[in-house]
């Protein structure tokens, strides 16, 4: 019985158990394909293939408006990423006539490898567009979502940013699953008041430090260190000092319309608000000026203007 040593399949029936696959990065290649899909002559991906074939064989080469992705038969081609690298950049900054600045390109080897069925549960691949699973969140390339697919598009930028924002046509809805609660936690500079009444929160940053009246409508649960003007008479309410962290001298200041009458509640049973009258959990402002409430560093709203409840 003969005995196989070497070779197998691999060799003799399919090509691509020699291939090694590359994407060339850095510009927009898409000028190498007119509208009816057929190579444009002199184009820079046609000038990088010549060169290419002086030491290799290429079997498949794919060149879009974010990179160039080729596959060259390794065992008989002389490149690597390197070198392939080092051939491109050579060519200068104005490259076919696309005019592509090579100079910053960069060709990367980049593993042909699909994960579909590697694990419990796995039945499908997200498809990208022509870029491997290493480069995902690589420093230097924003992310954007394919249009009319479900993949991802990696694309260079000047500054690095790996994964920018995407924009969404309307709000985000967050909810909290089943009897959670959902917790807004606000950072340097921010605060955030909630709606009861339109079921909303408001993210506010005071990093400019304006000194602006926020408005808010009746119902509104307020923030430390924001000064608010409640829009129409009706109920605002303080926010919980408890395990808040406030620190004694922080305020909250409100105003109103004139004629409008605003009554301010505590935020937790546990809270007072401190009048010259005695300690209350509400009070009525229907001045004309502003109330300033200040936190005393305990429990302890000091009322400076407004009425007893």
């Known amino acids: 019985m003969v005995q196989r040593i070497h070779g197998g399949v691999f060799n003799d029936q399919m090509i691509t158990g020699s291939l090694k696959h590359f994407v060339l990065e850095g510009a927009d290649f898409s000028g190498a394909v007119d509208q009816f899909g057929q190579p444009v002559p002199g184009s820079a991906a046609e000038i990088i293939f010549t060169n290419i074939s002086e030491d290799g064989f290429i079997d498949i080469m794919n060149p879009n408006s974010y990179n160039i992705s080729f596959a060259l038969e390794i065992n008989r081609s002389r490149w690597d990423g390197p070198s392939l690298t080092a051939m491109v950049q050579s060519l200068g900054t104005d490259v076919g006539v696309d005019h592509i600045n090579c100079s910053v390109c960069t060709v990367t080897a980049v593993p042909y490898i699909w994960n579909l069925g590697a694990g419990p549960g796995v039945t499908a691949f997200i498809q990208l567009s022509d870029v491997p699973s290493t480069y995902a969140g690589a420093a230097g390339y924003a992310v954007t979502v394919n249009p009319g697919s479900t993949g991802l598009i990696f694309t260079p930028i000047a500054v690095p940013d790996a994964f920018a924002h995407v924009a969404v046509p309307t709000q985000p809805t967050i909810n909290a699953l089943a009897s959670d609660t959902l917790t807004f936690i606000a950072g340097s500079n921010v605060s955030i008041t909630t709606n009861a009444l339109a079921k909303s929160v408001t993210i506010n940053s005071s990093a400019s430090g304006t000194s602006d009246y926020i408005p808010v409508p ?15 008479s009706g109920t605002v309410t ?4 408890v395990g808040a962290g406030f620190t004694a001298g922080q305020s909250i200041i409100i105003a109103k319309p004139n004629l409008s009458t605003v009554i301010v509640n505590v935020g937790n049973i546990a809270d007072i608000i401190s009048t010259d009258l005695g300690n209350t959990d509400s009070v009525e402002f229907d001045a004309t000026q502003e109330i300033i409430l200040v936190f005393n560093g305990t429990n302890t709203w ?8």
């Open 302 to 309: 000091a009322l400076q203007i407004g009425s007893v409840v």
């Open 238 to 241: 303080l926010p919980s000092s």
């Open 218 to 232: 009746p119902g509104t649960s307020l923030s430390i260190s924001t000064r608010y003007f409640v829009t129409a």
